[in-house]
């Protein structure tokens, strides 16, 4: 089944059409690269995947396992290179809204993330930076 489909609209900008549900996304090419960056830029939605992914294998992780990180956030950084063009590094900081894991499960955490889809297919030489933050409890 066709994931999506994507039409250019001038400008810099495309609006994609996530076939199974309908739902529609805009990118834009970004400012340093002629753009106007009014929406995600490729790139940045590639940056983007990464993270989200992460965090929906922990969920099915914890899930499996009997906890939540719900409230958890994910804060995205993407580095790029030149010569070609490219994504060269994504920096991935996770933060957990309390420290209430075990260690069991933050290494369960640790390796659910790490084996997401999204970072098995990304080319060894793009950089995956991740960091886990575990918030302190008051």
């Known amino acids: 089944m066709q994931t999506s489909s994507i039409i250019y609209l001038g400008?810099?900008?495309t609006e994609a059409v996530h076939k199974l549900s309908g739902n529609k996304?805009?990118?834009?090419?970004?400012?340093d690269n002629q753009g106007k960056g009014e929406y995600f830029s490729p790139t940045d939605l590639l940056a983007t995947s990464l993270g989200s992914c992460m965090l929906t294998i922990m969920g099915i992780a914890a899930r499996t396992h009997g906890f939540d990180i719900d409230g958890t956030k994910v804060a995205i950084t993407k580095v790029m290179g030149t010569n070609p063009?490219?994504?060269v590094e994504i920096v991935v900081e996770l933060t957990f809204p309390h420290n209430n894991y075990s260690p069991k499960e933050r290494k369960l955490?640790?390796?659910?993330?790490?084996?997401?889809p999204v970072a098995n297919s990304l080319h060894p030489d793009l950089k995956q930076t991740v960091k886990f933050e575990f918030a302190q409890t008051t």
């Open 25 to 31: 996304l805009i990118t834009d090419a970004p400012p």
């Open 109 to 116: 955490l640790e390796l659910s993330a790490k084996e997401c």
């Open 11 to 13: 400008e810099l900008r």
């Open 85 to 87: 063009r490219r994504v």
